[in-house]
């Protein structure tokens, strides 16, 4: 019985050492192992690999995926003409050097992440004191990019670590900044805005103006052209009277005076207080004559 249960500590301890010497790499992963705390070897295959039970071999695993660096808020920065502007930025990096991104951070990512902030901030700064807001905007803002990424990666490669790519998220004026901008803005709108009320409305006195003449003249044609016509009309009317008061003078007097009557006639209420012998009551008094 005794035996039976040496043989199985035995066994156990054999098992806990020789699964202490197995271990399993991720193809996700770096793993650096340490002899006595000492750097040994980096392994990059992923696979399952051999090394000597503690404390004699430890095993250290580092990310080797394309990682991010966020900034928690917008950082200030001064352009070149003397405005405050915020910038909101993000790092896309990875570890290329196992070893001398754990001689620089031991294996902390949070210490690289904040070491990396620094080096892009630091890279920022000198980029966008150099530059004016609109060439930071949009101008030149993918060249500004491309040398942030170029000098942090110069700087990476002394910690063990290549910057991918840096983008600037968002790019705007401080607070104070952003009110006077508004207001320069607003003010520039409203001269804008005012000079085409006084372009339309100078326009519009134009086109008025030009109407009103444009109305002068066809009224006076039209005036001109309807005298004219009344003038033919008359001037034939009388020829016309002349030619019938030719042909029988008695019955065109006779004609006229019925026309006279029934203008002077045409309403009742009306009281006339004349000479009864006058010319104008003749056809009255002897009709058929």
Do not use: C
């Amino acid at each position: 019985m005794n035996r039976l249960v040496t043989l199985a500590i035995a066994g156990f301890v054999a098992l806990v050492l020789i699964s202490s010497t197995m271990f399993v790499v991720d193809q996700r992963r770096y793993a650096i192992v340490f002899s006595f705390g000492k750097y040994q070897e980096t392994i990059n295959e992923p696979g399952l690999h051999f090394k000597l039970p503690p404390p004699f071999q430890n095993v250290l695993y580092l990310d080797k995926r394309i990682l991010t660096i966020e900034s928690p808020e917008a950082d200030r920065f001064i352009t070149a003409e003397k405005m405050n502007i915020l910038v909101d930025a993000f790092v896309k990096w990875r570890i290329v050097d196992p070893r001398q991104y754990f001689v620089s951070f031991g294996g902390d990512e949070d210490s690289a992440s904040n070491r990396m902030s620094q080096i892009i901030k630091a890279a920022l700064n000198d980029e966008i004191t150099k530059r004016t807001v609109r060439e930071v905007i949009s101008g030149e803002r993918g060249k500004v990019m491309e040398a942030i990424r170029l000098r942090t990666n110069q700087d990476g490669k002394q910690i063990g670590v290549e910057i991918l790519d840096v983008r600037l998220k968002r790019v705007e004026y401080a607070e104070q900044i952003s009110n006077s901008v508004y207001e320069r803005m607003k003010a520039e709108r409203a001269r804008v805005a005012n000079e085409l009320r006084s372009t339309g409305r100078a326009e519009s006195e134009r086109i008025r103006a030009d109407a009103d003449r444009q109305s002068t003249v066809i009224l006076a044609e039209a005036f001109r052209d309807a005298e004219r016509i009344r003038g033919e009309g008359d001037a034939k009317a009388s020829q016309i009277y002349a030619s019938a008061f030719g042909k029988n003078p008695e019955f065109y007097k006779f004609y006229r005076s019925l026309e006279a009557y029934r203008a002077t006639f045409r309403n009742k209420n009306d009281v006339m207080v004349m000479d009864a012998n006058s010319d104008f009551f003749k056809y009255f008094k002897n009709p058929g004559k």
